[in-house]
Structures are given as C-alpha cells and as structure tokens.
C-alpha cells in the first residue's frame, strides 16, 4: 500500500478483516502495527493513549488520557516506518490532523463511509463477493478444510450463496451453523424462508443477517440459553474490546459465562481478543439485534442488563484510570443506542453522570455533552423538572456546551437553571449563587457585558453576605466580577480586584491550587494591559511552571497559561522564547481541543502573527494578535461519587 489507504463498503463486507489481514501479512515489513478503534475523535485519542500504555507502561500509569497520546505521537515522529490501522471511520475529516501530523509511516482506515475522502486519501472500494468465491468459502466453512464438496453440494453452496447475498458476514455465520448443527446445505434455504425478517426497513445486509441470526439463535438457546442473554446485553455496549470481567455479573459461575461465550464463538457470532480477555461483536450484528422491538415503557432485550452491568463496573475510586479508560467507551455506546420509549433509572442517570464528573475532572467538560444530555434527560422523566438533582444536571449540561464553544445552547440552559433554582431553592442559596455566576459568565462569553456585570456584582454581594468575605465560592465570584471589569476596559477596578482574590487564594487555598494559578495568571494578564510588563512576566512563568506540575502538561488551563507567557514574551519583543511556546500550545491544543476549537484559532492566529513579526513582515493594521487570557471558570456544584 502506499502512505496512506482507506477501504470503504458496506458493514459485514470483510473491511476490517481485509485490514487485519493486511496486517498480520506485512507485520515484518513495520517497527510497529497499532490498531485504532476510530468512530470517535476520543476514540482515536484512546487509541493513541494506550500505545503510550503498552510502550511506557511505568510512566503512563501516572498520566492522563491526552499527555498519553502526545507521548505517543511525539514517539511516533521519532520512529519512523509503522502502520496505524484506523477502524470504521464515521467522519474522515477526523484524520486530517494524524495524517498531517504523522507522516513517517503507513495509515489504513476502514470506513462504511465511501465520500469525504477526496483531500483525506486515495480510496479502495471493497464490493460483495462473486458467485464462485462464495460457493467455495461456503463449502469451506460449511464442510470444513479438507472435505471436497460434490457438484450438487457446490450447486447448493451456489444457490444459498445468492439468497444471502454474497455478503461475508453473513456467509461465515451461516456456515458456522451449518457446521455446528450438521444441517445440510440444501436444507438451510428453507429454514431461512420461515424466520420472520426483522429488520424490514433496514438495508439488505440488516435484512440478510436478521434472517440467519435468528435461526442461529434458536439453535444456540436449544444448548446455552445464557449465551443468548450475553449476546443480547453485548449488542448495547461498544463493539470491540468488551472485557470478560465486565460480563462476569451474568454469570456469576464463570465456567457458565465460558461455556456461553464459547458457544457464540463457534458460531462466529463474537470473536476473542489474543489473550482472550476480552470479546468483539461485529457492528452489523449488534444493529440488527438492537432493532427487536419491545413493549412501549419496558427494556429491549439485553438493555436492561446492559446498563446494570455499566453501573458495576465502575470505578469506586476517581483515580482508578485503567478502570475508566476501559468502561468509557461502553458507557457512551450505552448514552449512543439507548431507546426512546426505554423506561428511565435514576441509576443510570447517576452513572452516566458519575462518568461526565471524570471526565470534567480531567479537564475533558467539552467530550461530557453526550453524557450530561442522557443524565439529564432521564432525571426530568423520573425526578421531575425542578429536583435538585434535576437542577445540577441542567447546570453541567450548560457548562459543557459552554466549554464546547456553544453559547447559543449554554445560555438558555443557565437561564432556566437559574429561574428554576431561585423559585425552588431561594435568592440567596449556595446553588442559585453558582447558578447567578454561571449565567453572567455566559453573558459575558457572549460579549453582552451590559447583562453580565450586574449580575456579577450582586453574586458577589450575596456570597460576602451569605457565605463569608473569603469562602472559595466568594473568591471565585470576586474573580469573574474583576475580568468583566477588566473586559469591560477598567482596570482601575480590576486590578485591586485580582490583587484582594490572589492574596486571599494564597491564604486561604494554597500557593499551587488551581484556582489560585488562575487568579495569578489573571492578575498577570491585567498588568500586561495596564503596559506592565515587568511585573506580568515572572508571574505568567511561575504560573506555567506550577500548572505543569499540578495540572499536567496538556491540561486546558496550562495549555492557556502557555499561551499566556508566549503572548507576553511577543508583546515584550522576545520572539526567540514566544515562537517555540506559540508551536507547542497549537499542537497540544488541536490535539485535545480540536482543530477548529476558538482557543486552538487564537493560538494558530498568534502564531502567525509572530511568525509574521520574526520574518520582519509590514505589520498588520490591527494593533495587537487576538489574545485568550485564562479566567477562573465558573464554578458548579459537582455532583458527589454515589
């Protein structure tokens, strides 16, 4: 192949089997093959951070999802001649950035999406088998390697072959129960003519492997009928790398859950991992058994356990990153397929809400969106609109459209919130006060400071009063009235402001708490305005330097307080240390923002503009680069691990 290849066609043609074929093959002629789950840019991510896992496991236990897979790409530039397998793509454009970024190797992907590649990647379409090729795997499989089928059996094979439409998936799962079963090949078309197609809006491949699945079911609850619950529970979870020990709640006897699996290995319906550790259910399979209806208000098959399972496995402790980086992508599938007519749980609502905390603890609040939706959507079902619980939800769901760059969804969300917390809890209590600071946030993002500083200024009255001149929460209300000010082009207000928040900070949170690196890069930023370059510099350095130990080298706010300190060494004419800091924010921050995200446009907008200053460019009529300073986010009221 050459540099880069994508194979498209439709699902259960042999895509990802051709691809790991390929691999397997040529495994010799690479330093490395990585296999990449890519439905998802967090997938990717993942992907890349566990290749950082597998090639440094002693320092990757200590390091987030994004630091991982920076690691791992920085190791990639510095080893050339690998293969990074990409499997089923949903949007190509989510490679443009690897491609670009990685070119010293070989990219396969995979993907049921035959357009948008045209600037990704030259394309191969994978089509259907021809008629002889099917005859012959079908009697391969059917009859097994070394029995020779007789000219009626290859005509059978032939016949059977066109009914179920050439397509590879459905040819190995019916050969697999011919096999298993000793059916004759003559008597299968028959058996498949009396099941009940299930899927008669779907397209033919769903059609086609609705009408063998069922039969293979059949067969296999006659001799394991728990193998036919495990499959169903399976068809609710991500397709690849479910661990067994997640299943161990179904059978709590694991010769019985080993017995089961087993069963749906023979006949092809799941595949093992090499260790055996995990199991993979192909995605046109999980389709089709997703697409059983059920009673208005009651669970599909498997769905109920789906979720159970989901809410035991995880982790009782935040820190238990291995635990979480395994459950994740089984929870978002959970959040992806659910039902709409599926009766709504407080528990999964707790669980899916359990998960976005995590993820906002890593800094991820923009990737929670899904979870937050989900969560909130089955607490208004089951808590009512206004419940306390109900009310955090709609907050988190607000921030994280917010932290996503989606005012125009934030912001009615934080107003409701906000109306609904002062009717129900009161004027002056804790959470409405969060609720008051978040809005005026929101305003002020949206540039309405007219809107934002009033309401700035009576959280902060309130929170002295209520809570004291120095509770955390005041501290943080103080913050965010002192940047609107200073937005606001004041900073005769701001400044003493800032000055009050740092000294309290210190006393009152530590010298290196987030929130106290916030308020000295704030501070910093306020001196840079005010043309004091002298006293914003060395505290934009500490204030890097600190979040680098603290919050990690990839962390959104050290990512901002990087941007910082290059933006104060451009203005102070120092562009030998803003360039190099410029470059490493813009990487860092396509990789865990994304490509189009407002902070990463400021970052490659900055740097254009210095590079443009470096190589003596006529300056631009614009009097200053756009600029991201870092302000205290607006502080929620996290829910607590259940």
């Known amino acids: 192949m050459t540099r880069t290849r994508a194979i498209h066609g439709l699902g259960g043609i042999g895509k990802t089997t051709l691809a790991l074929h390929y691999a397997h093959t040529y495994r010799r002629d690479y330093t490395l093959v990585w296999w990449i789950t890519a439905e998802t840019t967090e997938q990717i991510v993942s992907g890349l951070a566990s290749l950082a896992t597998r090639l440094c496991p002693q320092w990757a236990v200590t390091a987030g999802v994004p630091e991982r897979a920076a690691w791992a790409i920085l190791w990639l530039q510095w080893h050339p001649g690998w293969l990074l397998v990409f499997d089923n793509v949903e949007r190509p454009t989510d490679?443009?950035?690897?491609?670009?970024?990685?070119?010293?190797?070989?990219?396969?992907?995979?993907?049921?999406?035959?357009?948008?590649?045209?600037?990704?990647?030259?394309?191969?379409?994978?089509?259907?088998?021809?008629?002889?090729?099917?005859?012959?795997?079908?009697?391969?499989?059917?009859?097994?390697?070394?029995?020779?089928?007789?000219?009626?059996?290859h005509r059978q094979a032939r016949e059977l072959a066109a009914e179920l439409g050439h397509l590879p998936l459905a040819l190995e799962q019916a050969g697999a129960y011919l096999h298993e079963t000793g059916t004759d090949l003559g008597e299968y078309p028959a058996l498949l003519g009396r099941v009940l197609d299930t899927a008669p809006e779907g397209i033919d491949p769903q059609r086609t492997i609705a009408r063998i699945w069922q039969h293979t079911l059949t067969a296999v609850h006659a001799r394991y009928p728990l193998a036919v619950t495990v499959l169903h529970t399976l068809a609710w979870l991500a397709p690849e790398d479910i661990p067994r020990s997640l299943l161990t709640p179904l059978a709590p006897d694991p010769v019985d859950l080993g017995a089961a699996l087993g069963a749906l290995h023979a006949y092809n319906m799941i595949s093992f991992s090499a260790d055996r550790q995990s199991v993979s259910v192909h995605?046109?399979?999980?389709?089709?058994?997703?697409?059983?209806?059920?009673?208005?208000?009651?669970?599909?098959?498997?769905?109920?356990?789906?979720?159970?399972?989901?809410?035991?496995?995880?982790?009782?402790?935040?820190?238990?990153?291995?635990?979480?980086?395994?459950?994740?992508?089984?929870?978002?599938?959970?959040?992806?397929?659910?039902?709409?007519?599926?009766?709504?749980?407080?528990?999964?609502?707790?669980?899916?809400?359990?998960?976005?905390?995590?993820?906002?603890?890593?800094?991820?609040?923009?990737?929670?969106?899904?979870?937050?939706?989900?969560?909130?959507?089955?607490?208004?079902?089951?808590?009512?609109?206004?419940?306390?619980?109900?009310?955090?939800?709609?907050?988190?769901?607000?921030?994280?459209?917010?932290?996503?760059?989606?005012?125009?969804?934030?912001?009615?969300?934080?107003?409701?919130?906000?109306?609904?917390?002062?009717?129900?809890?009161?004027?002056?209590?804790?959470?409405?006060?969060?609720?008051?600071?978040?809005?005026?946030?929101?305003?002020?993002?949206?540039?309405?400071?007219?809107?934002?500083?009033?309401?700035?200024?009576?959280?902060?009255?309130?929170?002295?009063?209520?809570?004291?001149?120095?509770?955390?929460?005041?501290?943080?209300?103080?913050?965010?009235?002192?940047?609107?000010?200073?937005?606001?082009?004041?900073?005769?207000?701001?400044?003493?402001?800032?000055?009050?928040?740092?000294?309290?900070?210190?006393?009152?949170?530590?010298?290196?708490?987030?929130?106290?690196?916030?308020s000295r890069n704030?501070?910093?930023?306020?001196?840079?305005?005010?043309?004091?370059?002298?006293?914003?510099?060395?505290?934009?350095?500490?204030?890097?330097?600190?979040?680098?130990?603290?919050?990690?080298?990839?962390?959104?706010?050290?990512?901002?307080?990087?941007?910082?300190?290059?933006?104060?060494?451009?203005?102070?004419?120092?562009?030998?240390?803003?360039?190099?800091?410029?470059?490493?924010?813009?990487?860092?921050?396509?990789?865990?923002?994304?490509?189009?995200?407002p902070s990463t446009l400021t970052t490659r907008n900055n740097l254009a503009y210095a590079c443009r200053d470096a190589a003596a460019v006529q300056q631009p009529d614009t009097a200053t680069p756009a600029t991201d300073p870092d302000h205290q986010p607006p502080s929620e009221t996290p829910e607590q691990p259940l």
């Open 95 to 153: 490679l443009r950035h690897y491609l670009g970024t990685l070119p010293d190797g070989h990219h396969l992907a995979t993907s049921r999406k035959g357009s948008g590649w045209h600037t990704i990647a030259p394309t191969m379409p994978l089509g259907l088998l021809d008629a002889d090729t099917s005859a012959e795997l079908l009697c391969r499989l059917a009859l097994g390697e070394q029995c020779t089928p007789t000219p009626q059996q």
């Open 522 to 597: 704030n501070l910093a930023y306020a001196y840079q305005e005010a043309g004091d370059l002298a006293r914003a510099i060395p505290l934009y350095e500490t204030t890097l330097a600190q979040c680098e130990q603290v919050l990690g080298d990839t962390h959104p706010d050290t990512l901002t307080s990087r941007n910082n300190l290059a933006y104060a060494y451009h203005e102070a004419g120092d562009l030998a240390r803003a360039i190099p800091l410029y470059e490493t924010t813009l990487a860092q921050r396509e990789q865990v923002l994304g490509d189009t995200h």
């Open 283 to 518: 995605r046109l399979v999980q389709t089709v058994l997703r697409s059983l209806t059920a009673e208005p208000g009651t669970y599909p098959p498997g769905r109920q356990e789906a979720e159970h399972l989901a809410q035991q496995a995880l982790p009782h402790q935040d820190g238990d990153a291995t635990i979480w980086e395994r459950v994740l992508p089984h929870l978002l599938a959970l959040v992806a397929t659910a039902p709409p007519d599926c009766p709504p749980s407080t528990q999964t609502a707790d669980t899916y809400e359990k998960a976005a905390q995590h993820l906002y603890r890593q800094g991820l609040d923009a990737h929670t969106i899904a979870l937050r939706t989900a969560a909130l959507t089955q607490r208004e079902k089951v808590l009512g609109d206004t419940h306390p619980d109900t009310l955090t939800s709609r907050n988190n769901l607000a921030l994280a459209y917010e932290s996503a760059g989606d005012l125009g969804r934030a912001i009615p969300l934080h107003e409701t919130a906000l109306t609904q917390c002062e009717q129900v809890l009161g004027d002056t209590h804790p959470d409405t006060l969060t609720s008051r600071n978040n809005l005026a946030y929101a305003y002020q993002e949206a540039g309405d400071l007219a809107r934002a500083i009033p309401l700035y200024e009576t959280a902060l009255a309130q929170c002295e009063q209520v809570l004291g001149d120095t509770h955390p929460d005041t501290l943080t209300s103080r913050n965010n009235l002192a940047y609107a000010y200073q937005e606001a082009g004041d900073l005769a207000r701001a400044i003493p402001l800032y000055e009050t928040t740092l000294t309290q900070r210190e006393q009152v949170l530590g010298d290196t708490h987030p929130d106290t690196l916030t």
